[in-house]
C-alpha cells in the first residue's frame, strides 16, 4: 500500500508519518509538505533515511504538480494534515487559509478522483479536521458528531468548508472518506505560535505571557501522541463515511493551565516559587474568541476503542521537558519569519 500524508513536517502530521513508518514496513509512505513556517524537517531526522519513507517538497496547491504526484506514485490511500492551522493568522490573512485549506483539499480530492475513477477498492481519502467547525460551547454540553458545524474564524470556516467538499465527494462521486475532528494538541515539536509552547519559549525567555481577554476560555487537550494512535486506529478500522470526534476528556480553562504551566517551569528551570506567574499579561482578546471547545469522543471509544493513554500532567510534563532539552530546534524556528509575526501579533 502507498500512503500519501500531506503535511508530515508539521507538528501532528511528523508524528503520524513516524507511527506509521515506524509501524508498518509493508506500507510506503510519502510526506508532501510544502515546508512552510511551520513545516520542519527536524521533526523526521530520525526516521529519514527508513526504506518505507519518501519526502516530496511540494504545495498542495499546485494543481498540475499534485496531479503528476498522484500519477507517479499511484496512492492507494491518503491522510490529508496538509493545512494553514493557526487562528491568529487566519484573522490576519483569511484568504491563505482558503487556499491552502479549501482549494488544496478540492485539488488532491480531484486527484485522487481521476486515479480511481470508480474503481476506489481498498481506497480511502482520510481527511483530519478539527473539533472547531463546531464553533463555541456555552458552560455546559459537548460537541459530538452530529453537532451542526457553525464555524466563526476564518481558520474554522476554511476547515468547515474543506470537511464538507469531502463529504460531497463522497456522496457525489463514491470516493470513500474518514473525517476526524480533534480537539487542541500538544506536545513536542509543536510550533511556538500556539499557547502552550510560546508560552514556555515565553517563560525560558523570561518574556511575558500574553493571555487573551479574561482568560475564562476553555479548551480540551490532548497528547499528540495519542492523537497519532486515533488516527492510525481510523485509518485501519473506520467506517466509510463516517465521523469520529476525538479528545482529551481534559478540558482546561486557559488561566488555570497557563498557572499549572508556570508553576512546573519554576519547578524544572530552579526559580522561585511564583516567578513565572509574574510574566502574566492580560492583552486584548482574540476577535471571534470561542468560549468552550469540549469532545464527546465515546463513539470512537465504543467503536474503535481508542482513549488517551496519558494524564494532562504526564503530558504537560513529557513536553516541557521535550523543549527544555531542545533548545536548538527552539532557536530556529523562532529566528527569522516567527520575530515579525511576533511583533506583529503581541505588540
Ligand atoms: P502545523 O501548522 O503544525 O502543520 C501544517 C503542515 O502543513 C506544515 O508542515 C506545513 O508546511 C504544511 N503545509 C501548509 N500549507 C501547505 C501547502 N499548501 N502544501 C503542502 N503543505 C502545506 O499544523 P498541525 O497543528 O500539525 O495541524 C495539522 C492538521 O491537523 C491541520 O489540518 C489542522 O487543521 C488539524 N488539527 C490541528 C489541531 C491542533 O491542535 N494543532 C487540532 C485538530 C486538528
Ligand atoms: O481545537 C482545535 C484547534 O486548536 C486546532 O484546530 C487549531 O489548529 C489549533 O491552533 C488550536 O486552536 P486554538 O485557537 O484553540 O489554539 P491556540 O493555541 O491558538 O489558543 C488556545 C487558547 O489560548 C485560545 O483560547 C486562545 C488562547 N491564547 C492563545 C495564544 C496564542 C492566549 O490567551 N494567548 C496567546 O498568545
Redo the contacts with the bound molecule.
Keep these: 500500500m502507498t500512503i500519501l500524508i500531506?503535511?508530515g513536517?508539521?507538528?501532528?502530521?511528523s508524528h503520524v508519518v513516524r507511527l506509521f513508518v515506524e509501524a508498518y514496513s509493508n506500507y510506503h509512505v510519502v510526506n508532501?509538505?510544502?515546508?512552510?513556517y511551520?513545516?520542519n524537517l527536524e521533526n523526521l531526522k530520525d526516521i529519514e533515511k527508513k526504506d518505507n519513507y519518501t519526502f516530496v517538497k511540494?504545495?498542495?496547491?499546485n494543481e498540475d504538480f499534485v496531479n503528476n504526484l498522484f500519477q507517479k506514485y499511484r496512492f492507494d490511500r491518503v491522510i490529508h494534515?496538509?493545512?494553514?492551522?493557526?487562528v491568529d493568522r487566519s484573522i490576519n490573512d483569511p484568504l491563505a487559509f482558503v487556499k491552502?485549506n479549501v482549494m488544496?483539499t478540492m485539488i488532491l480530492l480531484n486527484a485522487f478522483k481521476s486515479l480511481w475513477t470508480d474503481n476506489f477498492i481498498n481506497k480511502l481519502f482520510y481527511h483530519?479536521?478539527?473539533?472547531e467547525v463546531y464553533g463555541t460551547l456555552g458552560q455546559t454540553g459537548l460537541f459530538t458528531e452530529t453537532t451542526s458545524y457553525d464555524p466563526n474564524s476564518p481558520y474554522s470556516a476554511s476547515?468547515a468548508s474543506s470537511d464538507h467538499f469531502v463529504r460531497a465527494y463522497g456522496e457525489t462521486y463514491g470516493i470513500p472518506y474518514v473525517i476526524t475532528n480533534?480537539?487542541?494538541?500538544y506536545g513536542q515539536n509543536?510550533?511556538p505560535e500556539?499557547l502552550i509552547p510560546l508560552f514556555i519559549n515565553n517563560i525560558i525567555k523570561n518574556k511575558p505571557l500574553p493571555v487573551y481577554g479574561d482568560g475564562n476560555y476553555t479548551r480540551d487537550w490532548l497528547y499528540v501522541k495519542d492523537h497519532a494512535v486515533a488516527i492510525d486506529l481510523v485509518f485501519h478500522k473506520g467506517k466509510n463515511k463516517e465521523t469520529y470526534n476525538i479528545g482529551g476528556f481534559n478540558e482546561w480553562k486557559n488561566i488555570d493551565l497557563v498557572k499549572l504551566l508556570c508553576k512546573q517551569m519554576d519547578e524544572k528551570l530552579h526559580r522561585e516559587k511564583g516567578s513565572s506567574e509574574k510574566l502574566i499579561t492580560y492583552v486584548k482578546d482574540r476577535p471571534g474568541h470561542d468560549l468552550r471547545y469540549a469532545i464527546d469522543a465515546s463513539k470512537i471509544n465504543k467503536e474503535l476503542g481508542w482513549k488517551p493513554s496519558v494524564t494532562f500532567e504526564e503530558g504537560l510534563n513529557k513536553t516541557i521537558d521535550w523543549y527544555l532539552n531542545n533548545e536548538d530546534w527552539l532557536c530556529n524556528v523562532t529566528s527569522g519569519e516567527y520575530q515579525s509575526y511576533y511583533e506583529k501579533q503581541y505588540s
Design positions: 500531506t503535511g513536517a508539521g507538528f501532528i502530521g508532501l509538505d510544502a515546508l512552510t511551520a513545516g511540494g504545495d498542495i496547491t494534515l496538509a493545512a494553514e492551522s493557526h491552502t488544496g483530519i479536521s478539527t473539533d476547515k480533534c480537539s487542541n494538541n509543536q510550533f500556539k
